[in-house]
């Protein structure tokens, strides 16, 4: 299986709605938005919102807020990267105020992208 991460560190191939959009599952889409309405206090999230081919894909669907609210999305595109560890401003405010909010999670995640800006540091290239 390959890995698909976020720029914030999510592993968008564990993300039930990318699992979901992957297996083009509208009833397992309807499952996830209803496990983030409960989860997220959020009434408005349906399944139509969350279809996600990855947040750092360039073509297919985005879940709604990745697309048009993440600002750590949008700062890593516009740096041309692929996630947040190969940012030479690793760990910048936003990550870590994001890391804050996520809990757990968000350290999981900060220690991906650790791991894997120190790998950065340390491959050797030829050009």
Known sequence: MSVNIAACGLVCSQCDAYRATRENS???LELVAADWRRRYHCDQIEAD????????????????????????????LDQKINNCGECTDFPCGKLEKFFGFAGAQGQAQKDL???IAEVRKLMHSAF
């Open 26 to 28: 509208q009833n397992k």
């Open 49 to 76: 919102d969350i279809r996600c081919n990855g947040c750092m894909t360039e073509s297919g669907p985005k879940c709604g807020h990745c697309e048009s609210q993440c600002q750590i999305r949008r700062c890593a």
């Open 113 to 115: 992208l650790t791991a």
